[in-house]
Nanobody, 127 residues
């Protein structure tokens, strides 16, 4: 069953902004590391950003560093990705993901380490 649901994708011109949201269904993810990954046609799945369960740890992929911001609100059981200065190469399907944090304050950087995934939301950036 789908346990994460993304929203906020769409079409935006280069230089614009979008805010993606991820809302779990069926359970609380307050003690889970979470992240965003994206995949464009013909390309490998790519790390966008990840965040530890408390929100104190974040990590960004090189291609989005300084432009995107990941955040979470555990009280509301939501996670968000603020995307600014978007570029055509940001065009992809964006997926949110989660994995039980255990004793770790950090978050995995490898997609295969995540257990729960959303269906994805399309982001298209026009030039």
């Amino acid at each position: 069953q789908v346990q994460l649901v993304e929203s906020g994708g769409g079409l935006v011109q280069a230089g614009g902004s979008l805010r993606l949201s991820c809302a779990p269904s069926g359970r609380t993810f307050s003690r889970f590391a979470m992240g965003w990954f994206r995949q464009a046609p013909g390309k490998e799945r790519e790390l966008v950003a990840v965040i530890g369960w408390s929100g104190d740890y974040t990590y960004y992929g090189d291609s989005v560093k300084g432009r995107f911001t990941i955040s979470r609100d555990n009280a509301k059981n939501t996670m968000a990705l603020r995307m600014s200065n978007l570029k055509p190469e940001d065009t992809a399907v964006y997926h949110c993901a989660a994995v039980a944090a255990g004793s770790s304050w950090s978050a995995p950087k490898v997609a295969d380490n995540y257990d729960y995934w959303g269906q994805g939301t399309q982001v298209t950036v026009s030039s």
